[in-house]
């Protein structure tokens, strides 16, 4: 089973990666990152696939998945409506305060007990899936404290399962990791504005047919869907922000306004105004 590599490109002005129901149920998403990742879902049911571990959920889940676990997107297969809120988080963001602050280190244990995988039970799905699902309308710092208090209430959680024995060990090679790198960085950089396919070929110093076989490869999305699924994501961000549609468009990257809705729709199952009514109405 191919393994695809994940670079990680920060939100702007964060330390941290937020994802508002992506939408990828038809895609076989089995994938690894040095991100650690903490994902909650509500479904009526659906899979549960980390490293080794293969389970079903039911009703609702919350995961922390360590670095470099492979593991399959949560929402894969799943038929019916539901909501997910993804939350990538590097393992050293907080730099040499792990080592050097007494307050953190429930937290750096956290991060230790994460290489087996872990879920948690009912109290702590329903406490910090409310927490996550309020992030994205937080201003940067107020999100940073926030993501501090969830992460010590799983550290101080008592309702963990461990999904493996022992930590797990990615054996799957890392050689593509610093064109991936280049390449989302350059994209976090101009999604504002037209893209080329030209300009992320030449990045990778590869042809345009050959750069669209290595993208697909790599993410299993076309770097057109990957692209839109970016911009969808900073969209939905600036909508919490109180943006107005036509602006979140055009500020994204988009040059038509009905391309834009159906796009937005596509990858998280509603409109635009819709989205943003029901978060902002929270």
Same mark, same amino acid.
């Given at each position: ?68 676990? $492979? ?30 602050? $007494? ?63 022992? $930590? ?115």
């Amino acid at each position: 089973m191919k393994v695809v590599f994940e670079a990680f490109v920060p939100d702007s002005n964060s330390s941290f990666r937020l994802l508002l129901n992506p939408r990828l149920s038809d895609v076989f998403y089995w994938h690894f990152h040095p991100e650690l990742e903490l994902v909650y879902i509500e479904a009526e049911s659906g899979m549960r696939h980390v490293g080794e571990h293969i389970s079903r959920f039911i009703g609702s889940d919350l995961v922390l998945i360590g670095s470099n676990i $492979p593991h399959l997107n949560f929402d894969y297969g799943i038929k019916s409506d539901y909501e997910k809120v993804v939350l990538h988080i590097k393992s050293d963001f907080l730099g040499a305060a792990f080592e050097t602050t $007494p307050e953190l280190s429930s937290i750096a244990h956290l991060f230790q007990k994460a290489q087996h995988g872990l879920a948690f039970g009912a109290d702590t799905k329903q406490m910090i899936g409310e927490q996550m699902r309020h992030l994205a309308g937080l201003p940067p710092f107020e999100q940073f404290l926030e993501i501090l208090k969830i992460l010590q209430r799983l550290a101080n959680a008592s309702d963990i399962t461990l999904l493996h024995d022992q $930590p797990v060990e990615n054996q799957y090679t890392k050689k593509d990791q610093e064109r991936l790198k280049r390449l989302y960085g350059f994209i976090d950089e101009h999604f504002h504005h037209k893209i080329e396919m030209e300009e992320v070929a030449s990045l990778c110093h590869l042809s345009i047919p050959a750069f669209c076989r290595y993208f697909k490869k790599m993410t299993r999305l076309t770097f057109t869907e990957f692209l839109n699924h970016y911009r969808i994501n900073q969209a939905q961000k600036l909508l919490l922000m109180d943006k107005n549609v036509t602006e979140t468009c055009f500020e994204c990257g988009f040059d038509s306004l009905s391309y834009f809705n159906r796009t937005f729709k596509k990858v998280t199952g509603e409109n635009p105004l819709s989205f943003k009514k029901r978060y902002l109405s929270k």
